[in-house]
T-cell receptor, first 113, second 114 residues
Framework: DTEVTQTPKHLVMGMTNKKSLKCEQHMGHRAMYWYKQKAKKPPELMFVYSYEKLSINESVPSRFSPECPNSSLLNLHLHALQPEDSALYLC????????????FGEGSRLTVL | GENVEQHPSTLSVQEGDSAVIKCTYS??????FPWYKQELGKRPQLIIDIRSNVGEKKDQRIAVTLNKTAKHFSLHITETQPEDSAVYFCAATLRSGGYQKVTFGTGTKLQVIP
């Protein structure tokens, strides 16, 4: 299984809602990532988990809260988002053992009204 | 931190012609350089990569070159086809502990005209 699975594929939420994005991989990868991608821009790193510990937080606002319940799962909890947070949220994983590729999920397209 | 510049931002070529995309990076510690292709509404997909101890790598119509001294690397696509039309991102990767810190270039929108 070489897939990274993200749910939901599409999410529409109001600024007062609380929602979560989920990501799962079964490749035994020990590093997992959240990226945000706006239209016509490159993916922008948000968070990195390595061996289930938060290793990087790229100064992301606290309305985004990551969680890594175990080595296969990664969540992104969303609360009190702004319309400018509308974007494609990509989860990725890598083996973390040697320099290698990122495996991206299909992404969750988020619209904040 | 790492900074990756990518040129051109858009590129139009006739089908069958070659396309070249160039990137430069700033951190000499970066040691892995992947190229991703992203079609509209889809995830980035790795098309070719090169490690810092290699100068050139080829996979069918796609090749990548790396000049570590000058800190630049390039993607070459020969005999372009309409299905090559997409946005291409270069990236420079720094391994830190158990993860990769990947910095993407700004992207090149390639249009192959039939």
């Amino acid at each position: 299984d070489t897939e990274v699975t993200q749910t939901p594929k599409h999410l529409v939420m109001g600024m007062t809602n609380k929602k979560s994005l989920k990501c799962e991989q079964h490749m035994g990868h020990r590093a997992m990532y959240w990226y945000k991608q706006k239209a016509k821009k490159p993916p922008e790193l948000m968070f990195v988990y390595s061996y289930e510990k938060l290793s990087i937080n790229e100064s992301v606002p606290s309305r985004f809260s990551p969680e890594c319940p175990n080595s296969s799962l990664l969540n992104l909890h969303l609360h009190a988002l702004q319309p400018e947070d509308s974007a494609l949220y990509l989860c990725a994983s890598s083996s973390g053992v040697f320099t290698g590729e990122l495996f991206f999920g299909e992404g969750s397209r988020l619209t904040v009204l | 931190g790492e900074n990756v510049e990518q040129h051109p931002s858009t590129l139009s070529v006739q089908e069958g012609d070659s396309a070249v995309i160039k990137c430069t990076y700033s951190d000499s510690a970066s040691n892995y350089f992947p190229w991703y292709k992203q079609e509209l509404g889809k995830r980035p997909q790795l098309i070719i990569d090169i490690r810092s101890n290699v100068g050139e790598k080829k996979d069918q119509r796609i090749a990548v070159t790396l000049n570590k001294t000058a800190k630049h690397f390039s993607l070459h696509i020969t005999e372009t086809q309409p299905e090559d039309s997409a946005v291409y991102f270069c990236a420079a990767t720094l391994r830190s502990g158990g993860y990769q810190k990947v910095t993407f270039g700004t992207g090149t929108k390639l249009q192959v005209i039939p």
